[in-house]
């Protein structure tokens, strides 16, 4: 591969804090990281990431897919030979659709409590365009 099909490999780059942060947790209290050995662990993660990427991208556009979804990244693994992670991520990602349902649920119900209307005002106003819904439909077709 080329420098320039390359370009945007170096603009990639994982934030240092974080990965000293996941060093320290996993490291003994009594053994050291050098710096060398910590850019060395971030470069390999990035490699890392892209290969995952590049195989998910590869998965993703022979199902004719425009968008990497989290099943490309666990089918990638698989062909990878990473089955070791697949139950820690099925987990995450069990997490992860948890989160949003209710993060989901909240905008919902948080823009009917933001429209400052009474719960009788909104029954009435669905009333309303369930017959105006209704009038449409029937004038369409008659």
Do not use: W
Not at 18 to 41: G, Y
Not at 68 to 94: N, S, T
């Amino acid at each position: 591969m080329s420098d320039n099909e390359r370009g945007n490999d170096d603009e990639l780059s994982l934030p240092k804090a974080t990965v000293q942060k996941l060093i320290n947790e996993m490291m003994p209290d009594d053994i050291a990281c050098a710096k060398d050995t910590r850019d060395l662990l971030i470069e390999c993660c990035v490699e890392f990431i892209h290969l995952l990427a590049s195989e998910a991208n590869e998965i993703c556009e022979k199902e004719t897919k425009k968008t990497i979804a989290a099943e490309h990244v666990i089918a990638a693994l698989k062909a990878l030979g990473f089955d070791g992670y697949l139950p820690e991520v099925e987990v995450v990602l069990q997490d992860h659709k948890t989160q949003q349902k209710v993060k989901d649920k909240d905008k919902k119900s948080g823009r009917l409590e933001n429209s400052g209307k009474t719960e009788e005002e909104l029954l009435m106003e669905q009333t309303r365009l369930f017959a105006e819904a209704k009038e449409r439909h029937q004038t369409q077709h008659h």
